[in-house]
């Protein structure tokens, strides 16, 4: 006799705008003892725009007016292929400008890191500073890049002075600072500014009066933006810097604390700590088909709200069956 009940549940999340793929999902989310967020996409609304653009190599030669231009235009044209809201902000920025998105070749991504392209000739790669600068110091075979590995090799000429100010400029002001290297060599910065979600901070303050559980953000930003965002909406527990494996290891290190762990993600680069955690919830609409699968449950409205709304159907649910 408990099925009825548990499916009468499911079908009022449905109502709700959160499909749930079974009843043992629908049991979990209401028990976490940690409700970890992802950033950009979950708790911010995911339509970040560039907001700045710093030269530091101009190239000579690509479509564009100015150094600015050519260096946004190049950009765009790597991002146009990728999902991620990043790469959606700059090829709106380049549009804006009314810069031609020209055709990228052999385009390849890694999640959490960034994307390559070739373009007009050139190799074009925008991404994490972590990553692309990290790759440059350490000297990694140049070559390796045509594997689509985004990976590189130092370039004489190099301002490192130049790129640490300009990432510096944009961290501290909360900006998510993404570099562009061309032809392995750092061509300049861009700052994508990105707001929380209206519903953010209500949404973690209602999740911890339901549950009590604790909050954390698990962010593959920077410190200085994922502690920024991390203020605007009540979270203390901040996680930045990390890989999609890094965030799967993270959901483990709390379960071996003993903490069951709800994931809420956006599901482009979450996919494997939304299968890990005990409960995953994706935001539909911008979740890739991956997140899809692996999610125990997707909001289909795009509405972080629903998030303790499900909590609370769920804690119900199991008043029900109990
Ligand atoms: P979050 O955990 O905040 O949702 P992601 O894991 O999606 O962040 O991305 C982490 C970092 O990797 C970004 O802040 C950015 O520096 C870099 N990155 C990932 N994808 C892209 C992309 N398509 N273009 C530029 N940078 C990217
Ligand atoms: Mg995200």
Redesign the pocket.
């Known amino acids: 006799a408990t099925m009825p009940p548990l499916l009468a549940v499911i079908a009022n999340a449905g109502r709700h705008g959160v499909l749930v793929k079974s009843a043992v999902a629908m049991e979990q989310l209401g028990t976490a003892t940690r409700v970890a967020f ?5 708790l911010t609304e995911g339509i970040p725009h560039v907001a700045t653009v710093r030269v530091l190599s101009d190239t000579p030669g690509a479509d564009g007016d100015s150094p600015a231009e050519r260096l946004l235009g190049l950009a765009a044209a790597a ?1 146009n292929p ?1 999902e ?1 809201p ?2 959606r902000a ?1 090829v709106r920025a380049a549009q804006r400008s009314r810069l031609p998105i020209i055709p990228a070749w052999e385009f390849g ?1 890694v ?5 390559r392209a070739r373009v007009a000739g050139r190799w074009v790669e ?4 972590a990553h692309l600068l990290a790759e440059r110091h350490r000297g990694a075979d140049r070559r390796a890049m045509a594997c689509g590995d985004l990976r590189d090799g130092p370039v004489d000429g190099d301002d490192d002075a130049g790129v640490t100010a300009a990432l510096a400029e944009l961290e501290v002001s909360g900006q ?1 600072a ?1 570099v562009v290297r061309i032809d392995g060599r750092v061509a300049g910065v861009l700052g994508l500014a990105d707001r929380p979600r209206p519903d953010a901070a209500h949404t973690v303050a209602h999740i911890t009066a339901l549950t009590g559980a604790t909050p954390v953000l ?5 410190p200085y933006a994922a502690a920024h965002l991390a203020d605007q909406v009540g979270v203390d527990d901040v996680r930045a810097g ?1 890989l ?1 494996q890094d965030k799967v290891q993270a959901v483990r290190a709390l379960q071996t604390e003993g903490q069951r762990v709800l994931l809420v993600g ?1 599901g ?2 979450d996919a494997p700590a939304l299968a890990a955690a005990h409960a995953g919830v994706a935001m539909g609409q911008a979740g890739s088909d991956l997140a899809l699968q692996t999610a125990d449950a997707v909001i289909v409205r795009d509405e972080l709200s629903v998030v303790p709304a499900v909590i609370a159907l769920s804690r119900r649910a199991r008043r029900v069956v109990i």
């Open positions: 992802d950033k950009t996409g979950t991002e990728s991620h990043l790469a700059v991504s999640p959490g890191r960034g994307v925008v991404g994490s500073p998510t993404v698990l962010t593959g930003d920077n990390l999609p956006d482009v680069n």
